[in-house]
């Protein structure tokens, strides 16, 4: 029930800042997308492209516009680490979802994110996902696009369990 139409735009956005849009249609309620993205518990489950994971005792989420949310994805193969986190810039339950995605400590210079959700049917929902301050890199080794790509083949086996 996955229909999915990824884009890799470099071109300048309205913001003039460089991104991508990947959007993905999930077999899952609104509700259950949007818990996905901000309830610590569920984000450990796929916060990360595989061959990683996050550590549960690493997510921590303060859901408020200028919050503060942190995790720590760790290479399966290697043990290396990524601490990573942002500011929460937009928080409107169950249908927007914008913050801002980088290394811990720099959530105020970090790339943005825009997430919208919008409800196909009760069982269906489209995510929108807007990553702007990076150009795509689609292709390239540790690919920003390629790695949010694989993060959402795990969300999408998070939400289908």
Known sequence: MNKNSMSANSTPSATDE???TIVRD??????????A??????MARWYHPEGLHTPRESVSVDLRE????????????????FPTGGRYRRV????????????????????????????IDETTT???????GLPSDSGAVDSVFDGWTSAFNVLEAEIAG
């Open 66 to 81: 200028g919050g503060i949310y942190a995790y720590t994805m760790i290479v399966d193969e290697t043990g290396e680490e």
């Open 18 to 20: 460089p991104g991508f």
């Open 126 to 132: 489209r995510m929108t996902f807007m990553l702007t």
């Open 92 to 119: 409107e339950p169950p249908r927007r979802l914008d913050f801002t995605w980088g290394k811990q400590g720099d959530e105020d210079i970090s790339p943005l994110v825009s997430l919208e959700f919008e409800e």
């Open 37 to 42: 993205w901000t309830s610590p518990d569920v």
């Open 26 to 35: 999930f077999a899952a309620s609104r509700e259950r997308v949007w818990d």
